[in-house]
């Protein structure tokens, strides 16, 4: 069974930086293409963030300069790392693999991100 769990998450002043933490299991990691999405409130599910196996990247163009994904194949961990933080980017952030979800830009914009538990940011003034 796939195991994705979110850590990371803070309450944070805008101009701040977190960063965000996803163990994973079940999956092949190495294989895997993994990704970050967040769910504001009145929003949809959104991807933020990709990273595949061979080191392409995305990023939507609110994160953009601002946040980067990384990966530890050994550790079967993926981060994102958030800088400049915007009141804009409360919300809570999911990480993802397309061995559960298939295509990760393909489902982006669902009503709720409804595979994990995620990890809540709120960015204040």
């Not at 489902?107 to 204040?124: E, K």
């Amino acid at each position: 069974r796939i195991q994705l769990q979110e850590s990371g998450g803070a309450a944070v002043q805008a101009g701040g930086s977190l960063r965000l933490s996803c163990t994973t299991a079940g999956f092949t990691f190495g294989d895997a293409t993994l990704g970050w999405y967040r769910h504001a409130p009145d929003d949809e599910c959104v991807l933020i963030s990709s990273l595949s196996k061979d080191g392409n990247t995305y990023y939507a163009d609110s994160v953009k300069g601002r946040f980067t994904i990384s990966r530890d194949n050994a550790k079967k961990e993926v981060y994102l790392e958030m800088n400049s933080l915007k009141l804009e980017d409360t919300a809570m952030y999911y990480c993802a693999t397309d061995k559960l979800l298939g295509d990760l830009k393909a489902i982006s914009g669902l009503y709720r991100c409804y595979w994990g538990q995620g990890t809540q940011v709120n960015v204040s003034s």
